[in-house]
């Protein structure tokens, strides 16, 4: 099994190259994309760099990299965008490369739900409150609610008061009474 893992690191580390240059060149300090994820410097002259990486055939491991690079407000101009990839991402198991046959817990989907909460408006919370209430979304619904629970805006609290009965959603709202 560790074999499988080696090959796999592997050939990710050689997919994100180009990107990982790409950006180099841009002037961040990375060796992978995944060096920006939760990194506390802002990096809005790389949103337009990842955006145009996002939008390429990469892995899911790669393109989860990606996105949630992109949990940052910079990349709250490309909201439409990001919304439609979140819709049609796929969820469960499918291999990391087109081809293989060993299968991996899929990525994508969540990622994309940290791009949306970590780039979302205000003007944009009622289509965030929306993806949050469909349960076809699935359980990266988790990842779409901080926004809700930081937001003073009535709609946010509204609909944190509907998705409270979510089963899916309904232990994380009723942690947040008890911190």
């Not at 961040?28 to 990194?39: E, K, P, Q, R, Y």
């Not at 439609?84 to 060993?102: E, H, L, N, W």
Request: aromatic share 6%.
């Amino acid at each position: 099994m560790s074999d499988i893992w080696a090959i796999r690191d592997a050939r990710l580390l050689e997919e994100e190259r180009p990107i990982v240059s790409e950006l180099r060149g841009a002037g961040a300090n990375i060796t992978s994309i995944w060096d920006l994820v939760n990194s506390n410097s802002g990096y809005p002259n790389l949103v337009p760099i990842l955006m145009k990486h996002l939008r390429l055939p990469y892995s899911d491991r790669t393109l989860s990299g990606i996105a949630r690079a992109l949990a940052v407000p910079a990349a709250s101009e490309y909201w439409d965008f990001l919304v439609q990839r979140y819709i049609d991402a796929k969820q469960g198991k499918g291999p990391v490369f087109p081809g293989d046959d060993t299968e991996f817990v899929l990525g994508f989907k969540e990622a994309l739900a940290c791009a949306l909460s970590g780039s979302v408006t205000e003007e944009r919370l009622p289509e965030l409150i929306e993806l949050a209430k469909d349960p076809a979304n699935g359980e990266s619904r988790l990842l779409l609610i901080g926004p809700l629970r930081r937001s003073k805006a009535v709609i946010s609290q509204n609909a944190v008061e509907e998705l409270r009965h979510d089963p899916q959603l309904a232990k994380e709202i009723d942690s947040w009474r008890k911190k």
